[in-house]
């Protein structure tokens, strides 16, 4: 079958799904070939709706519910001749005669349609376990425009004055943020130890802390068992060890897993996590049949095996590559980085490429470094500090992943980072990069040069660095462990068995430090503890210097000290700028903060 325009029998596309995936291909598919037959059955009501928005909806942050309806069936055939078929399920593939079973549910009749080439979209929906009460009335899931319905229709209804959330993906904390904002009294359960497994640990606290402060409840590697009735009527959740939260509603938001029913029915090749597995033509084993989005299992580009990656700009691309391969070009979907970010509150957490855990999992050899640059010149009003992770392979430089927690400027870090490593660009590359500089944006030293020329000292083999969680196996009778922090920073908290010489003493007080040891210096940050490494390994010692300083540590070692340095600030920086209108409200604010 021809694909090219103007062949004799116009070509019959039946897509399934018809939000991102399906929608982008549905486009595409038109604006190639005028005269093929697209068919788009979608299950719901709506298609191509702004899923990634409807939390904002729920919470009011988007007040009209008609903004997340990007296309209605009637604009979408209008614009692109696409024959919408919406409340129409399709139930089957027959492979054999290349046709699906689809069920109307407007009418409740079946029928088939054939197709000649058929792309399956169906997206993920949200992981459901069997746990008693899940189905009441008050535990909600998100993922459709009429989930989001059904939860606002509650909020206004019943007025629920304290909600459960379950789950601290992305959903879940976007539905715990937005709950919060409506003045519920929210807590978050995890199963795990931390929320958002793409972090690491270690970033993850950031979030852990930040959601603290602006009042919520976390209960981190607590498992939900069930949901039941309270004596006095209200909802209980039941956590394993028989503790129960009572509350007025929950949500659960546990993970979403691909909806390979059909394909597995037809006896497509589906991989370990139970998605699609297609080819890089997005082919499944049936070549006739393409999978795109949520359905099928992505090739990490970092760590070289498949993964399930949920994300809306990976559907879109594949769906426009789909309709291309159909369409008889040439394409090829090497894989994905898993770039992604989320807000929380004022705090923005943002990920590209892989991350420690995984890299360790996967024995790949890995260096990191952590940086906290400014979000841009300090000197310019606004200035928030950020946490910025990199990794990078010890050998050559390469980068292999990135983690920003801040409240200002980490997109713009992490699209530029997500760039480098897709262009598989090394750490020696960042610095050189020329990015976009006045006062207001960034500093004549962007953050991303910055975490460069850190990275490139170390593979250069300048400062030789350790890391926080290295410190217990680090410490013995060899080593000094040093704090440059001024007298004042190191009275309010320091690591255990420190001493303290601050930076600017230190070329009048170095004769104070054994000599024969192995040099364990930090600060906060790691910047003054460089400095003093560069110092006094002139001077004839052997330095490391503890990447990411006194912050990373605290992050790394919660209990040792339940709050990290200077995340309070970076409130107090943003109430200065947003809240203070005089600079005499500013002195007062800064004042308490020091
Ligand atoms: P979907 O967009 O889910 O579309 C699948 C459609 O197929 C559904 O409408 C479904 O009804 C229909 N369908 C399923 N089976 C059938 C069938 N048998 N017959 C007919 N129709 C069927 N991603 C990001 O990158 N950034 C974000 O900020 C973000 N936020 C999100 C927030 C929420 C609340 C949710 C739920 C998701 C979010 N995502 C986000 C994920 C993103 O929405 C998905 O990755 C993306 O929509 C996947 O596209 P898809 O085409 O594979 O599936």
Known sequence: MSMNSGSQ?????????????????????????????????????????????????????????????????????????????????????????????????????????????????????????????IDGERVFFLRSIEDADRIKA????????????????????????????????????????????????????FVHQHMKLKGMKLLLGRRVEGFGDAPDGRLAVTLQGGQELICDMAVCAIGVKPEAALAREAGLELGPHGAVIVNRQLQTSDPDIYAIGDVTETHDLIAGVMRHMPLAGIANKQGRLAADHIAGRQIAFDGALGTSIVRIFDLVVAGTGANEKTLRGSNVAHEKSYTHPASHAGYFPGAVPM????????????????????VDGVDKRIDVLATATYAGLTVHDLPKLELAYAPQFGSAKDAVNIAGYVADNVVEGDVELFHADELPALIDNDTFLLDVRTAGEFDRGHINGAANIPIDNLRDRWQEIPTGKLLLVYCLTGIRSYLACRILRQKGFRTRNMSGGYVIYCAMNPLECPEIPGLRRWQRLLALETFCSTPEERKTLRRTDE
Request: with cysteine; net charge negative.
């Open 387 to 406: 946490v910025m992770k990199l990794l990078f392979s010890p050998d050559d430089g390469r980068i292999l992943g990135a983690q920003i927690v801040g």
């Open 9 to 133: 029998h116009p070509a019959t596309i039946v897509i399934v799904g018809g939000v991102a995936g399906g929608a982008s291909c549905a486009a595409r598919m038109r604006r190639l070939h005028e005269d093929a037959q697209i068919i788009m059955f979608e299950r719901g009501e709506h298609i191509s709706f702004a899923s990634c928005g409807i939390s904002y909806y729920l919470s009011g942050e988007i007040q009209e519910r008609r903004k997340l309806l990007i296309q209605t069936p009637e604009r979408f055939n209008a614009r692109f001749n696409v024959d919408v078929r919406i409340k129409s399920e399709v139930i089957a593939i027959h492979r054999a005669t290349k046709s699906v079973e689809v069920l109307d549910h407007k009418t409740g009749q079946q029928y088939r349609q054939h197709y000649d080439k058929l792309v399956l979209s169906p997206g993920a929906a949200p992981v459901r376990p069997p746990l008693p009460g």
């Open 154 to 205: 509650y909020v206004q209804d019943a007025y629920p004055r304290s909600a459960v959330v379950v789950g601290g993906g992305f959903i879940g904390l976007e539905m715990a943020e937005g709950l919060r904002n409506l003045g519920l009294d929210v807590t978050l359960v995890e199963m795990a130890g931390q929320v958002m497994l793409q972090l690491d640990e270690e970033l993850a606290e």
